[in-house]
């Protein structure tokens, strides 16, 4: 699987948008984009996921570059709740998924 | 829906002793996968099984460890001679899918091992 840069941490305030971004510049035509985060001391949780078209579910928006060399987990209102890591994994064959470091969001209330 | 199980949570061994970490996936999925996560890393894959069939086990270290998921109960990750640096997290997921590119894993809160 395809490598992703993810930035070591941000901050964001409570209650404004946040935009995590992502590069895969090797991305392949087959690869998907999938977002996971984990809070403090649980398992990992499943966020989103995309091919091509940008995603919207109940939890996030993944808004996918043209030419799928990047990509950009937006969450609409962060809460203290949304504080976690986040990694953005490439998933094309094989049966296990790759984690890098993630970045680590802070939610300033 | 009840997610992934697993237990203990915590687990506390000595050097030499055998640890044993139990998972149960979501209801009616039957593919299972272990992650061990070391203290400020990424998760790495172990394992990856089927209902009596290890599918993957590229992750796993060659000697001390191994796992199972047997026709009925629980998959189990078995750990001998435990040493210090045995001492992470280990995360079992599962899956309804058996790995293709849009395959979601759903994750268990983990088993905490601590090696005295």
């Known amino acids: 699987d395809a490598k992703t840069t993810q930035p070591n941490s941000m901050e964001s305030n409570e209650e404004e948008p946040v935009h995590l971004p992502c590069n895969h510049s090797?991305?392949?035509?087959?690869?998907?984009i999938h977002w996971y985060r984990q809070l403090p001391s649980q398992g990992p949780e499943y966020v989103i996921h995309g091919l091509t078209s940008n995603v919207n579910n109940r939890m996030a928006s993944l808004a996918i570059a043209e030419d799928r060399k990047s990509s950009t987990l937006i969450l609409h209102r962060a809460t203290l709740r949304d504080a976690a890591v986040y990694y953005c994994?490439?998933?094309?064959?094989?049966?296990?998924?790759?984690f890098g470091t993630g970045t680590s969001l802070t939610v300033i209330p | 829906n009840a997610g992934v199980m697993q237990n203990p949570r915590h687990l506390v061994r000595r050097r030499g002793q055998e640890a044993r970490l139990r998972c149960s996936p979501v209801k009616g999925h039957s593919h299972v996968y272990w992650y061990r996560q070391l203290p400020e890393e990424g998760l790495k894959f172990m394992v990856y099984l089927q209902k009596e069939n290890i599918i993957d086990e590229s992750g796993m270290p060659k000697e001390r460890f191994s796992a199972e998921f047997p026709k009925e109960g629980p998959s189990i990750l078995r750990i001998q001679q435990v040493v210090r640096g045995d001492s992470a997290a280990y995360f079992c997921?599962?899956?309804?899918?058996?790995?293709?590119?849009?395959?979601?894993?759903?994750f268990g809160p983990g088993t905490r091992l601590t090696v005295l």
């Open positions: 997921a599962s899956s309804e899918g058996f790995g293709g590119p849009a395959d979601t894993q759903y």
């Open positions: 090797t991305i392949s035509g087959t690869d998907y």
């Open positions: 994994i490439l998933r094309n064959t094989g049966n296990q998924f790759y």
